[in-house]
């Protein structure tokens, strides 16, 4: 028969086991809930952007931004990843614009062209998939805004398959 200390004992060590797993367990459940959530409140702003290139098209007689002043043009202020605000970053904007859409007029747009996308290009950023940003979600993904409104957090090794011309 067990000597109560020794039933002690192992009651303790299972005890102590069991805690360790569930705060391993409950950390990475957090983790991804946080991820999900930030990713979630990152394209309320992407959406934001949009609906703002679209009163400006409209607005300007279906004429595009100028690439250059995207974000004064559009009067957004400080369009900032969720996780970029939290983290006090000294950016101004998570985003920046694809230098290839002024080949077209607003008319021209094809559907699946990347229009935005998250980049730490700063204010009126400009660029490609080459300047895409994934830091912000784990090193896994980006934001990407297409031009006819959708939104998705596209992975790293797919944004090269995106429409970028």
């Not at 192992?10 to 983790?31: C, E, P």
């Not at 946080?34 to 009163?55: G, H, L, N, T, W």
């Not at 935005?116 to 784990?138: A, C, K, M, Q, T």
Request: glycine share 4%.
């Amino acid at each position: 028969m067990l000597h109560k200390k020794t039933v002690l004992l192992l009651t303790i060590f299972v005890l102590v086991g069991l805690t360790i797993l569930f705060k391993f367990t409950f950390d990475a459940v957090g983790d991804w809930v946080y991820q999900d959530k930030m990713k979630d409140a990152c394209e309320v702003e992407m959406r934001r952007i949009y609906s703002r290139f679209i009163r400006y098209a409209i607005t300007n007689k279906l004429d595009l931004p100028q690439t250059l002043n995207w974000c004064d043009t559009l009067d957004l202020d400080e369009p900032l990843c969720p996780v970029d605000y939290f983290a006090h970053k000294e950016i101004q904007c998570s985003y920046a614009i694809n230098k290839n859409i002024e080949k077209y007029s607003f008319k021209d747009l094809p559907d699946s062209i990347v229009l935005f996308f998250e980049s730490d290009l700063g204010w009126n950023g400009v660029g490609d998939r080459y300047n895409v940003n994934y830091s912000n979600h784990d090193d896994v993904s980006a934001g990407i805004i297409f031009a006819n409104g959708s939104i998705a957090h596209i992975k790293k090794e797919t944004v090269e398959n995106l429409r970028w011309e």
